[in-house]
């Protein structure tokens, strides 16, 4: 079963008659690319941000439907509409589309789960911190 990026870009592709080469042309992102994700049954990480506004751009699709698409490819479930604009008091989207799903990701995790997450974070920015030993 194809995930929800590779339905997205095969239905684009039958639809517009267009090749890979099409959209990465139209895109500006390479032809291997757009094969990559059109083929690869599961994405490992989010693409880059670059890599999925040329895709928009190739497939003439708005980028948050390919932005969630590829979430879901990458088995970050977005649930329902896309989201509003954010009231005055809440706090910033970050601009980065993977802090982004992140973050909504996280939102949907137990409380415990929630805990075991904030703890790796702590840890890695803990050991990010630390100075490198010296040799």
Same mark, same amino acid.
């Given at each position: 079963?194809?995930?929800?990026? @590779? @339905? ?17 042309r139209r895109g ?79 939102? @949907? ?20 911190? @630390? ?5």
């Amino acid at each position: 079963m194809a995930n929800a990026l @590779q @339905q997205l870009i095969r239905e684009r592709l039958d639809r517009g008659g267009w090749s890979y080469g099409d959209v990465a042309r139209r895109g500006g992102v390479p032809r291997s690319t757009v094969h990559h994700l059109a083929t690869t049954d599961r994405v490992v990480r989010m693409p880059q941000p670059a890599t999925l506004e040329g895709l928009a751009k190739g497939l003439d699709l708005p980028l948050d439907t390919v932005r969630r698409a590829a979430a879901e490819a990458c088995g970050i479930h977005v649930y329902g509409a896309p989201p509003a604009p954010a009231p005055e008091n809440a706090a910033p989207r970050s601009g980065d589309a993977e802090v982004d799903l992140l973050i909504a990701s996280v939102q @949907q995790l137990s409380a415990d789960d929630r805990r075991h997450v904030a703890a790796l974070v702590e840890s890695l920015l803990g050991r990010s911190a @630390q100075p490198a030993p010296e040799n």
